[in-house]
């Protein structure tokens, strides 16, 4: 009876709830989140020690990386450079749900991406764009494969982006799995006064071909999962991983300072021990102005971290 009961559970909170996320439809939020992820932000095989590796890159494209010609609004694209694992929902295109699946195939044209061809395709690399259209009368995103459909390279669309439009979201995201940032902030606002504080909660759909879902353990701190959208200011946040203290006097969140490496962005060695002692005698009042922050170098841990955190919308 006891088995019996266990085994009930588990199908209960297991078993029948994956009927619902097989069926949901992808909203704009999970493929954003999936693309810009990859196939895992936890432990992988092609990154076993979670430093960052063989994952995709996001970009801001104003021009256009075959033909130079200006975009305008500007396009966000999703590069997977040859070796990068493709995303879940590129092997699984059912799981994309109805309509968006449809779109994907027909319009997006991932078929030749997706399936038994991802091995190929993560061997070559390919870029990703979202599209919108309407499929029975409701209007959906989709999946567009850029490299079919515009001829964009990986090489060519990172060449056009430029380091400045780049971000690193999906070795952000397994910093903040790594670090263990989960432990105290949620990525799951509930359905009570959350709304008023931390934004709206996701639907079922926002959590297709994401892995890990990182919802958290425990809101010892503020949920982030729309934290872009209250503060989308980048100096503010190197500011509060340096030292949270900076920017609330009380807080209990650990420095994340070791994040920024040995050289600041302009290659100088960063003297943590100066800064240190700087930042006690301000906080006992013998100096006007805490010490600045260093700017950070760009292959830094922090400046994936922050790009994954000012994704956040």
């Known amino acids: 009876m006891v088995g019996g009961a266990l085994g009930l559970s588990m199908i209960i909170t297991m078993f029948m709830p994956s009927f619902d996320l097989r069926s949901a439809v992808s909203t704009r939020v999970a493929l954003e989140k999936q693309l810009s992820a990859g196939y895992d932000v936890g432990f992988m095989y092609a990154d076993p020690l979670l430093l960052?590796?063989?994952?995709?890159?996001?970009?801001?494209?104003?021009?256009?990386?075959?033909?130079?010609?200006?975009?305008?609004?500007?396009?966000?694209?999703?590069?997977?450079?040859?070796?990068?694992?493709?995303?879940p929902n590129i092997r699984h295109p059912h799981d994309l749900g109805k309509g968006v699946e449809d779109l994907s195939m027909s319009k997006g044209q991932i078929g030749s991406v997706s399936g038994s061809n991802h091995s190929a395709a993560s061997a070559r690399g390919v870029v990703f764009t979202i599209g919108v259209d309407e499929?029975?009368?409701?209007?959906l995103s989709y999946i567009e494969n850029a490299s079919e459909l515009r001829g964009w390279t990986p090489e060519a669309t990172l060449a056009a982006a430029g380091d400045k439009n780049t971000r690193y979201i999906s070795k952000g995201k397994t910093e903040f799995v790594a670090q263990g940032c989960w432990w105290c902030h949620t990525l799951l606002p509930e359905q009570t006064q959350d709304w008023q504080a931390f934004g709206a909660p996701p639907y079922l759909g926002d959590f297709n071909g994401e892995s890990p879902t990182a919802f958290g353990s425990d809101r010892k701190a503020p949920d982030i999962l729309h934290v872009a959208s209250r503060n989308g200011?980048?100096?503010?946040?190197?500011?509060h991983f340096f030292n949270p203290r900076l920017v609330q006097v009380n807080s209990i969140m650990p420095r994340y300072d070791y994040l920024w490496g040995d050289k600041d962005a302009n290659g100088n060695t960063i003297d943590f021990d100066k800064w240190r002692a700087e930042y006690r005698e301000y906080a006992e009042g013998k100096r006007t102005y805490p010490p600045e922050v260093p700017d950070y170098a760009p292959n830094s841990e922090i400046r994936a971290l922050i790009d994954w955190v000012l994704s956040l919308k």
């Open 52 to 87: 960052g590796v063989n994952r995709p890159l996001t970009v801001i494209l104003d021009k256009d990386p075959k033909t130079g010609a200006p975009l305008d609004p500007p396009v966000t694209a999703y590069v997977y450079q040859p070796g990068v694992p493709m995303p």
């Open 135 to 139: 499929f029975n009368g409701e209007e």
């Open 233 to 239: 200011s980048r100096e503010w946040m190197m500011m």
